[in-house]
Structure formats: structure tokens, C-alpha cells
């Protein structure tokens, strides 16, 4: 099974919806994180969690939230859905031990909003 | 401006053939580098740290030039499962790694 997954892998939806993309782990780990993937601007982060109580806004966090359940699952929403959110969203993970460590991608969640 | 910039290629090269990209980076108090490869619609995945005083691992050989502020990654006889988007990552002391906009490698017969 995946370290990391992410539910739904598809979603078209239209704006105005509200949206929630979850990710679960069973590496253990306790920073989380979200990006989003655009074709020619490369990951972008939305927030991130180094741990249960820690939740921060990360490059372009405009339009999206993101709760932090348990250790394992962090998910982010859109509340009100718009086109330009459409793109391609990774969850990742990585230790706290020392500095920055290997980050583990969820499989990525495709969004296209109509 | 982007704090860590990559060449977007493509770079198109023929089987065998050695191919070198570069990464520059502007926050000086950037301490840690990787380079992560992503196949089309994939999730990225390591493809190895950059030391600074560089490292080799296989084929693939990653340096890193403080005083010019530059990673590089050398890719020796490519092989056609090369394809690939590779992504520049460097991360400073709040430990947030920012990514590049990746190059795209293009490995032909």
C-alpha cells in the first residue's frame, strides 16, 4: 500500500463549490504539507504543518484552508471554488528530524474547476 | 523573482550522451539541496542530496558552488528512462524547501 494517498485523485467541479482534497499517511511523519502544480511554474506551496498544533500559510494560501485532524491526515479545502484553482495538487510529508529532510509525494489530486 | 531558478530545457539529447543542468539560487542562508526527479503526471521522488563537496551516485554526479550559488546535476550516458522533469530544491533555516520550475529531459534513440 502507498505511504501516502490522497482522495480524490479526479475532481471536476463547479465554481462556487466547496472543495476538500484529504491526505493520509502511514509513514509516521509529523510535517505535512500541500503544493500545487501548474504547468511551467513548478510546485507551489499552500500551507504546511510541522505538527498537530502547527498549521502555516505557506506561498499562495489565498483561497484555500487546511485542517490538520491527526498526525496522519491533513486535508485542504476550497471554500468557493474558482477556474484558476485548477491545476494539479500534491500532499507530501517529512520528518522532523534535524533540518529539511526528503519529502514523500502523495500520488496527486487533478482539479478542474468549470 | 523566483528564489530558485531552472533552465525549463527541453533538453534534448541522444542515448548515451552526458547532459548537465544548473540551479541557481538566491537566499544565501539556503543550507540544504536536492534534486528530485518527476516522470509525466507523477508525483516527484529524491533523486539525491547535493554536499558541499559534491556527490556522485551512479551516473548522476550533483555539486554544489556556494560562492556562485549554483547547484548542478551531471547526468552520464543517458539512458532513454532519463525522460523526465528534474526539479531544483533548496531549503533555508526555517527548513521550507522551495522548488524550481524543473528542466525537462528529452532522451532520444
Known amino acids: 500500500d502507498a505511504d501516502v494517498t490522497q482522495t480524490p485523485r479526479n475532481r471536476i467541479t463547479k465554481t462556487g463549490k466547496r472543495i476538500m482534497l484529504e491526505c493520509s499517511q502511514t509513514?509516521?511523519?509529523?510535517?505535512m504539507y500541500w503544493y500545487r502544480q501548474d504547468p511551467g511554474l513548478g510546485l507551489r506551496l499552500i500551507y504546511y504543518?510541522?505538527?498537530?498544533?502547527?498549521?502555516n500559510k505557506g506561498e499562495i494560501s489565498d483561497g484555500y484552508s487546511v485542517s490538520r485532524q491527526a498526525q496522519a491526515k491533513f486535508s485542504l479545502s476550497l471554500e468557493s471554488a474558482i477556474p484558476n484553482q485548477t491545476a494539479l495538487y500534491f500532499c507530501?510529508?517529512?520528518?522532523?528530524?534535524?533540518?529539511?529532510?526528503?519529502?514523500?509525494f502523495g500520488p496527486g489530486t487533478r482539479l478542474t474547476v468549470l | 523573482r523566483k528564489e530558485v531558478e531552472q533552465d525549463p530545457g527541453p533538453f534534448n539529447v541522444p542515448e548515451g550522451a552526458t547532459v548537465a543542468f544548473n540551479c541557481t539560487y538566491s537566499?544565501?542562508?539556503?543550507?540544504?539541496f536536492f534534486w528530485y526527479r518527476q516522470d509525466c503526471r507523477k508525483e516527484p521522488k529524491l533523486l539525491m542530496s547535493v554536499y558541499s563537496s559534491g556527490n556522485e551516485d551512479g551516473r548522476f554526479t550533483a555539486q554544489l558552488n556556494r560562492a556562485s550559488q549554483y547547484i548542478s546535476l551531471l547526468i552520464r550516458d543517458s539512458k532513454l528512462s532519463d525522460s523526465a522533469t528534474y526539479l531544483c530544491v533548496g531549503s533555508g533555516g526555517s527548513y521550507i524547501p522551495t522548488f524550481g520550475r524543473g528542466t525537462s529531459l528529452i532522451v532520444h534513440p
Open positions: 504543518s510541522f505538527d498537530v498544533k502547527d498549521i
Open positions: 537566499n544565501s542562508a539556503s543550507q540544504s
Open positions: 507530501a510529508t517529512s520528518d522532523r528530524t534535524g533540518g529539511y529532510n526528503e519529502q514523500f
Open positions: 509513514k509516521g511523519h509529523d510535517r
